[in-house]
Every structure is written in structure tokens, then in C-alpha cells.
């Protein structure tokens, strides 16, 4: 039966992968530590990268999130009340909501989680007088939370889709090729983007 070629068809073609395949395939140490869904691993992961470089994070405020003028000092807090991250400049606040999996409302005590966050920003004397933004940074294939975001939330909050936040630090990799884990980085974000 071996020796038999009409059994077996038709010779498969070898693939050719490219470097992008590889590099797509390679396994990251999110996937390892079992984390390449855990939206506080992500968030910390962020926030370490905004902190890393505050020029990048200008541009990035400005390119990505449509923010101008942000200054090249800021603060960064993680958790701070229950917002994923919070950045100030002194004359801006960013809230930034990190969704993965969940959607917005994933426990009934914070139904209305978005409008709490701009709530306790609003109340904050440490932010009186700043000029608040509001951000969901949401998986591509997340559409449900995208919706939600777009139907109650318009004018306060915008989605960034996670191929938005990689297309910009993909662009912008060689301002970054001294930050330890940076390509670790991408390649765990990169999952989220289709």
C-alpha cells in the first residue's frame, strides 16, 4: 500500500512562511503565564509602556487617542478607584478602560461602571479644573462592548480598537528598541487585533 502512489494524491507543496508568519506564531509570555486574556496583565502592561517613554506617549496621545498638547511629564495610577488607568499632565486626565473578555457592565454593582469613572474623576479636587477624556481600549473582535460604548456612552468615551494601539506601536517600534519586553509586548497585544 505504500509503494502504491494512486492511493496517496496528489504531492502537498511546501509552505513558504514569511518572517511576519513567524514572528505572529511565536509563542508569547502572556500565552506562557497564561494571561493572554487577563485584562489586568494587560493594563499593567500598558501602563509600563506609557511610563517607559513619555515622548511616545505623546505621540501616541495624539495619533491614537486624538489628544493634543499632552505634556511630556505625567502621573500614571493603576487601579485608582477602580479605573484600569489614569493619566494626568496637570491640565488633562485620560480614564482608560481596558476590556478583553468582559463586557462593560460585568457586575451588577457597577452598571453603570463608564459614568462612575467620569463621576469620581469630576469630584477629584486633584483634577478640578482638567479636561477630561475618556478611552476603552477593546479587542477587535469585542464588537458587543464597542456597540454599548457607542449607544450610552458617545461624548464621554471613545473605543480604541486593540489594532489601533498595535498599528501605533508597530509604526513606532524604534522609539521603543530600548524598552525591556517591548516586542513581548506587541506580540501579546497583536492576538487581540483580528
Not at 511576519?20 to 487577563?38: A, G, R, V
Not at 473578555?101 to 474623576?121: A, M, P, R, T
Not at 449607544?151 to 524598552?179: A, L, M, N
Request: positive net charge.
Amino acid at each position: 500500500l505504500i509503494n502504491t502512489s494512486a492511493l496517496w494524491g496528489q504531492p502537498i507543496a511546501p509552505i513558504k512562511a514569511t518572517k511576519e508568519d513567524i514572528l505572529s506564531n511565536k509563542t508569547n509570555f502572556m500565552q506562557i503565564i497564561k494571561k493572554e486574556y487577563d485584562e489586568l496583565a494587560f493594563s499593567n502592561m500598558f501602563a509600563y509602556i506609557f511610563e517607559s517613554n513619555p515622548t511616545g506617549f505623546q505621540k501616541f496621545a495624539q495619533k491614537c487617542l486624538g489628544v493634543s498638547h499632552w505634556g511630556n511629564t505625567f502621573e500614571i495610577k493603576r487601579e485608582y478607584k477602580n479605573i484600569d488607568i489614569l493619566l494626568s499632565d496637570g491640565k488633562k486626565v485620560l480614564i482608560i478602560e481596558n476590556k478583553i473578555k468582559s463586557g462593560l457592565n460585568g457586575k451588577i454593582e457597577d452598571k453603570d461602571q463608564l459614568d462612575k469613572y467620569w463621576k469620581i474623576i469630576a469630584k477629584d479636587p486633584a483634577y478640578k479644573g482638567c479636561e477630561s477624556y475618556g478611552f476603552v481600549f477593546v479587542p477587535d473582535y469585542n464588537s458587543d462592548v464597542m456597540e454599548e460604548v457607542q449607544k450610552q456612552h458617545k461624548g464621554k468615551y471613545t473605543c480604541i480598537p486593540y489594532s489601533q494601539v498595535y498599528k501605533f506601536f508597530e509604526q513606532y517600534r524604534d522609539s521603543y528598541r530600548d524598552v525591556p519586553y517591548y516586542d513581548e509586548f506587541l506580540s501579546a497585544i497583536k492576538k487581540h487585533t483580528s
